[in-house]
């Protein structure tokens, strides 16, 4: 039995198609990022699967309890934790009396050890908590009941870079005690540190479902090459497969043209520069053979930033 | 079982205490102010009530104010009880559900493993604490006072205004509930209990004695009279038991809407 099995959920508001049939599955034991931009429809997706608001087509199930029926979800919820974006609670109460009446409703397994990991101020209101210690409050009565699947909704926003780095650590190490955690994220940074495997979704609608790493080869390698001598553009658009966006650059560092922009100007194709950046989807192999000839005073190649991985999904969509 | 009672009943006490505070302090005003009040007329219903434009001798329900019951049944619960009290407990029936979702904490609570028809009764029943204290603190209040201004009153009559106004009570509170469940907005659910709550004693008071008396049927003030009460000892137990089927109809009703409508 999957975590979540969301079969054509659709949220239709008449004006907006907020979620478009969308399917997919989350297995147990899986860290699952829903990704997209603000406004894609990941919330809504996130109060369907919870039950705050109905679907108007479709359904699914969460640890094998389905969604639309209140009965069946609520028994679901026992072993649910779930982190909204702005968390709120009861702003003239302590934390502690939170935590009180959350371990009273679904239990308290593990609040003393979560406490010393996130240590929101438990005797202060929490009118007089900062949003960082709202949410480490909130990630306390998340995983308080050591729920099965924990669903966060952008879970990081509000937190420091410490207790970012400490909640990735957490996180995963959950995910090693067989936790299933859902979360969604527009900041792509966390996914690629956290995510086992990714879903995007864009407009209402499902884009793609893979794992992170199918993703990260799909968009490549940036590579930088600053030779010692100018090497003719012409090895990289000619000579090696898996070349885009290549760009040109003087000794300084700065970018004086485009490999386009150069053509464009009438420049030969043998025009040779000293420091070149591309984007690069070929084998390594084929790239350091290509460059032996010549004498290189630095050659990085780095995974692609995801923003652009995420730029080229939305891209190809624009262009379709 | 009972925990968001119980969580939202400690927070009601403070609130509550003040509430009886102030409706004491109402209320030991009335009597202390009775005995130079009744003194300063020979026949105070033949020359005082006679000076009252008839619409507010109806409006407000005044039989008599020779005897201190007469002046508490109008001054302290027509006007306290029925009028006051009974907006307010609306006004806090219609933060009860739309506070939480306006300002967003209805989320987490909802993502608790309790249904949502258990949410709305818990929540509505910690209304039962202002309700209750205030019943409880002020009659202590006004026996005192009566007893001390010489004026003692019936402790029977007393109580029994007090117990039965808790019923009539518990129905403005389920008309804010109502409100607080189809209105999302805080303070607009708020003014549409006051709103019924106010119309509905309006509509009792100004259509009794009309051709269209019978339409005062739906508004709880026909179902509680302090006069009677007071002043008979007529205790309306019929009428007690039509305030409390109409609160449970309240409570039933938003329990429904609640249930079916999204939380966005």
């Known amino acids: 039995m999957a975590a979540i099995e969301l079969e054509g ?21 899986e860290i699952f990022g829903y990704l997209g931009p603000n406004g894609a429809g990941k919330t809504t997706t996130i109060r369907m699967l919870l039950g705050f608001i109905s679907p108007t087509a479709g359904g699914g199930r969460v640890l094998g309890q389905d969604i639309t029926d209140e009965r069946e979800l609520i028994e679901a919820k026992r072993r649910i934790g779930y982190l909204p974006d702005d968390p709120q609670f009861d702003e003239s109460a302590t934390g502690r009396e939170i935590l009180e009446l959350h371990a009273a409703i679904k239990g308290d397994e593990r609040s003393d050890e979560l406490l010393e990991l996130f240590d929101p101020p438990l005797d202060r209101t929490v009118r007089e908590y900062s949003h960082g210690n709202v949410r480490k409050l909130g990630l306390v009565t998340t995983f308080m009941h050591d729920p099965e699947l924990v669903i966060l909704d952008e879970p990081t926003g509000g937190l420091d870079p410490l207790m970012k780095q400490r909640f990735a650590e957490f996180v995963r190490s959950e995910r090693d005690r067989g936790l299933t955690l859902f979360f969604s994220s527009h900041i792509l940074g966390e996914v690629r540190r956290l995510c086992d495997r990714v879903g995007i979704i864009r407009s209402g609608k499902l884009v793609t479902v893979e794992p992170i790493d199918a993703l990260l080869d799909r968009s490549g390698k940036v590579v930088r090459v600053v030779a010692a001598e100018p090497v003719p553009s012409s090895i990289f658009e000619r000579n090696l497969e898996g070349v885009h966006d290549l760009e040109v650059g003087g000794a300084d560092g700065t970018v004086v043209a485009t490999a386009e922009g150069a053509r464009a100007d009438g420049d030969a194709p043998g025009s040779a520069y000293r420091e070149y950046t591309f984007t690069f989807t070929g084998t390594v192999d084929d790239l350091l053979a290509v460059l032996e000839e010549y004498e290189l005073i630095d050659l990085t190649i780095e995974e692609a930033p995801l923003e652009s991985v995420f ?4 891209g190809s969509e624009k262009d379709a | 079982m009972l925990e968001i009672f119980q969580y939202e009943s400690r927070n009601r006490v403070r609130g509550s205490v003040y509430l009886s505070i102030a409706m004491s302090l109402l209320a030991a005003l009335v009597i202390w ?5 009744s003194e300063s007329f020979d026949d105070v219903d033949e020359q005082l009530l006679q000076a009252y434009p008839e619409e507010v ?6 039989q008599t104010m020779a005897t201190l019951e007469g002046f508490l049944a109008f001054e302290l619960y027509v006007f306290g009880w029925v009028i006051l009290l009974g907006l307010y407990v609306a006004y806090l029936g219609g933060g009860v559900i739309a506070d ?10 909802l993502s608790l493993p309790i249904s949502r028809a258990r949410t709305v009764a818990e929540k509505y029943a910690s209304l039962a604490v202002p309700i209750v204290v205030v019943n409880v603190v002020t009659p202590i209040v006004v026996y005192v006072s009566a007893e001390l201004v010489g004026e003692p009153i019936s402790a029977t009559d007393l109580v029994a205004v007090h117990a039965l106004s808790i019923p009539y009570l518990f129905v403005c509170a389920g008309i804010g509930l109502v409100a607080s469940v189809v209105v999302d907005r805080t303070g607009i659910a708020q003014r549409i209990a006051l709103g019924i709550t106010f119309g509905l004693f309006m509509l009792e008071s100004l259509l009794e004695g009309t051709d269209y008396e019978a339409v005062g049927v739906i508004s709880p003030t026909r179902y509680f009279d302090p006069n009677e009460i007071l002043l008979e000892s007529t205790y309306d137990l019929i009428g007690a038991a039509v305030l409390i089927g109409m609160t449970l109809v309240l409570v039933v009703a938003s329990q429904l809407w609640f249930t079916r409508r999204d939380i966005s």
């Open chain 2, 100 to 109: 939480d979702v306006e300002r967003g904490r209805m989320d987490i609570l």
């Open chain 2, 33 to 37: 102010i009775y005995p130079s009040f």
């Open chain 2, 57 to 62: 001798i109806r409006l407000f329900d005044v």
């Open chain 1, 9 to 29: 959920l659709t949220k239709d508001y008449g004006d907006v198609l907020a979620n478009d049939d969308v399917s997919f599955t989350v297995e147990r034991g």
């Open chain 1, 311 to 314: 730029l080229r999904f939305y």
